[in-house]
């Protein structure tokens, strides 16, 4: 900002005086050599030790820190002053003059801001040590906000959500929570002001209590001293947004669900109606359907006769035909055979007439005066191809045709060979005896095929005509086959009609089979709705009743929101330090507030019905968490914190807690006392694991930066600086802080970035932690009902409150007709059966509650006396810091006293003056002699609540106390009234007032110590 460049220090436990000094020196060379303006701020978390402070108070008020530099150091420094002065124009020899220079510049261009809370921690006497911060700084007393800035802070932020109300009209007994704000006009107004007061409420409490511990002049306990910041009041406001928005989304998505359960019952009802009407209407289409099918169902039966009938005349012409077939076969044959004798001759001979050469066949036609037989050969094959030929000349151009060979071998002997030409051609040619092959070949080459060719055709054709009549009969077969079967296809193809039409009737009669049959199903469907609807509106009837009124209540709900919310806000934000006895006060405080100003709440409802589900509860108390306001309070200020919570936990029982709830992802339990630390939180932010870092006593400033949350995005990454280095975050991250010290003084620079959840057991706590002791040892089995007992009641609730929100679901699930869903029967039916069954369950459990609580009653003395002793026990810090005395310490005394060997008769009466006695056989030895007698006197009061001589005594001899030195006790009718009031109620009193009433009266504690030697 403006050129200047911030610088803040990257602390840890490691961080020593001299890593300070290191960075002292860049930021010093930076500043003095290179012109660089810087502003360092130093926050009181980076001030580990004293020298720090020293440091820089001698920087503010010389310029300079002696001693800083030397050595190599100092000569470097030389180098880079010289450098810088050159820069500026100076020429500067000596080093007197550069680091007169030097100083000159960090006095301009150094910028120190210190950041620290109120010096009301051990830093005070060290910061008025250090006088520069006083008349070097200017002071900036940055103290809480005004009224008036809480007031137009939160406007702006409560500006998004809608909590007008136009209605509403403000009270005579409105109260403005300042001065300067006046009387609110509107809700909205009202509400702002009840966020300032709820905010100056608590911190008009924290200065109650500090006022009060200051009064008293003792140690500060639980924490320290607690300081409201900003940073709550913020906190407070974003939770109040978050919850009203989401608590006004889910009131609306259940008044939907509500309204559309009830609008699918009531469209049930009239959607009866429209079924019975329409199942008249589908009996009418039945009958007429049926009457269609008997119809339909006739005629087919007759076609089907007709085509059996043409079948069997099929069968009839099918049986002729064959026969026929038969015997044309047979005649085929014979003429087959007769012309398989000629007819390869033929082909011989063309094939040999086709294989003439040409130059065989070029001599031929070149011959003048042939032979007789080559002339001879020819003049057969020319009238056999129908030329006439009267000479050698004439049959010579025949031959020399180019198309000779291929008429040959084209030749239909069945057209061109006639019965005259055959017996000419006998008679004329194949009669002669010279006309043969060997002549003809011998003569011409050419020729002897040629005669092969003309005495194949004439034997071929003297064949067929042999074979003419039977070819002809076959002839004449095969045309009546074929009437044949023409009538055969014709009967086929009536046969094949009469059944395509069997085959439609059959098709239209399944569909009306089909029709009928859905009318019938559709009539039972309908039937079954009717009766289901009936049934289905009866077993509504309840939840019918129960959602209406539940409608009716949204309104009250609606009404109520605002002011839940901003309860529940307040508790999550600023109560989580309390114990239970102030949170209840500061409660009733705003319930009063809220009740003058016109701002409804529920008052019945506390921060667990408000902020948790049932089922959430349970889960939380099978993952061992205490079924106890305090725990089950502070576990949804874990649950929903926006600052990391630092939680005390003196108890260590949320540490199993947080380890079941993140048991699927481990949860990484570590110490700022352990040496891989800094690993481990690197580990856990990288990938987001859950991490809880135990003895918070001892943290170690590097974690500043996480609860901080200096988070930067590069990339699409997000980074964090830790260990001087960059790591990625993940967003799953998750921090716990930890600490079993109950007397731990949280710094106002770790509380006020943090949520501190405040574990310390309450007397109500410890009293049901000791009843449980007691049956666990006394009655196991009463023990083990009853963990079973509540165990089931709170699953049951929890499921039936699931099964309820099942049938809202599957009812606002619906599309279309409620009766056409049979998962909403079957929803109603389980809810209907388990709820009988939870209700008889919790029947048959009645008697095992009414024992329960027999018993429990019977050992609630016992219970309620170690309430009263254990808030003594923790009071006793107030004397003495050294008094410190733990919860498991307690628990380990009360299981001493039930392990105790007693008779059975006056069992209880036994315990309790047993647990006295263990109490102060293990407490007095580490008291004070000063100190014993309190609390012994303590311990009479509690164990008979009153000061009378009998009581003493019998305490006297209880604790075995020498009866021949009795010294202040048996002047116990010395005591004045006050002493005896004010010992009586030290429950509503501080210890303090007790001992120092004590005090009044000397005689008691006895001048010449007899009280003393009582106790050695």
Known sequence: MNGIKVHQLRTSNKYSEEDFLFDLRGILKEAGCNGQKICFILDESNILETSFLERMNTLLANGEVPGLFEGDDYAALMTACKEGAMRQGLSLDSSDELYSWFTSEIVRNLHVVFTMNPPDSDLSSH?????????????????????????????????????????????????????????????????????????????????????????????????????????????????????????????????????????????????????????????????????????????????????????????????????????????????????????????????????????????????????????????????????????????????????????????????????????????????????????????????????????????????????????????????????????????????EELEASIESYKDDYANLITETQTIKNEMAVVEHKVDRSVQLVDSLSAERKRWAESIKEFKDKNECLPGNSLLSAASIAYTGYFDQQVRNHLKNLWHIYLEDNGIRFEKSANLAENLTSGKQRLKWHNNSLPVDELYIENAIMIDRHSRYPFIIDPTGRIVEFLQKEHQSRKLIVTSFLNEAFVKHLESALRFGTPILIQDAEYTDPIIAQVLNKEYKKTGGRTLIDLNKQE?????????????????????????????????????????????????????????????????LQGEYKVHLRQLELDLLQALNNIEGDILDDDSIVGTLERVKVESSDVSRRIEETQFVMYEVESTMSEFQPLAAHSGRIFAVLEKLSLLNNYYQFSLNSFIDTIQAVLTAPTTVEKRVTQLVKGLYKEVYGRISHTLLKADKPLFVLLLIQLYGKGFDLDTFKSFRDLLAINSSTPGWLIRVGELTDAVKETVMTYDEKDIKEVVRAGHDVPDIWGESNTGEHAFN
């Not at 000779?404 to 030409?421: C, R």
């Not at 040629?450 to 077969?477: C, F, M, N």
């Not at 990625?728 to 003084?745: E, Q, V």
């Not at 959840?757 to 089995?781: G, K």
Request: charged share 25%; hydrophobic share 35%.
């Open 127 to 495: 910061i008025t040590a250090s006088p520069a911060l006083f008349n070097r700084c200017v002071i900036n007393w940055m103290g809480d906000w005004s009224d008036r800035t809480l007031y137009q802070l939160s406007s702006s932020l409560i500006e998004a959500i809608d909590v007008d109300k136009s209605d509403f009209i403000v009270p005579k007994t409105v109260k403005s929570c300042s001065l300067l704000l006046g009387i609110p006009n509107n809700f909205r107004e009202t509400i702002l002001h009840a966020v300032v007061y709820i905010h100056n409420c608590v911190r008009n409490i924290e200065k109650d209590i500090h006022g009060s511990v200051l009064a008293n002049d003792v140690e500060l306990t639980s924490g320290g001293k607690i300081m409201t910041t900003p940073g709550d009041f913020l906190d407070f406001v974003h939770h109040f947004v978050k919850i009203f928005k989401e608590k006004k989304d889910l009131l609306e998505d259940q008044q939907r669900h509500f309204n559309v359960g009830l609008d699918k019952i009531k469209g049930t009802v009239f959607k009866v109606r429209e079924l019975r009407d329409g199942l008249a209407i589908k009996k009418a289409q039945l009958e007429q359907k049926s009457q269609e099918a008997r119809d339909m169902l006739r005629q087919m039966v007759s076609d089907q006769n007709e085509a059996e009938r043409k079948r069997e005349a099929s069968i009839e012409i099918q049986l002729a035909l064959d026969i026929q077939e038969q015997e044309i076969s047979k005649r085929q044959e014979v003429v087959l055979q007769d012309l398989a004798l000629a007819e390869p001759a033929v082909l011989e001979a063309q094939k040999s007439v086709s294989n003439i050469k040409k130059q065989h066949l070029t001599e031929l036609r070149s011959m003048g005066n042939p032979p007789e037989a080559v002339k001879l050969t020819l003049e057969s094959v020319c009238v056999l191809l129908g030329q006439r030929t009267e000479s050698w000349r004439d049959v010579q151009q025949y031959i020399r045709r180019d198309d000779f060979i291929a008429s040959i071998v084209t030749f239909d002997n069945e057209t061109q060979m006639t019965s005259q030409l055959r017996s000419y051609m006998e008679n004329n040619y194949l009669s002669r005896p010279n006309y043969n092959f060997e002549s003809v070949n011998r003569a011409s080459k050419a020729c002897g095929p040629l005669l092969q060719w003309v005495e194949a055709q004439v034997t071929y054709s003297s064949i067929l005509e042999k074979v003419s009549p039977l070819r002809d009969e076959v002839t004449q077969l095969e045309s009546e086959a074929l009437q044949t079967k023409a009538q055969a296809q014709a009967i086929s193809d009536m046969i």
């Open 727 to 791: 790591i990625d975050f993940s967003n799953n991250f998750k921090l716990y802080l930890l600490t079993r010290d109950p007397s731990y003084i949280v710094p106002p620079h770790v509380s006020s970035r943090t949520t501190v959840i405040n574990f310390t057991i309450t007397r109500s706590s410890l009293e049901n932690q000791t009843i449980n002791m007691v049956l666990r040892t006394e009655r196991p089995d009463i023990e083990k009902k009853r963990n079973e007992l509540v165990r």
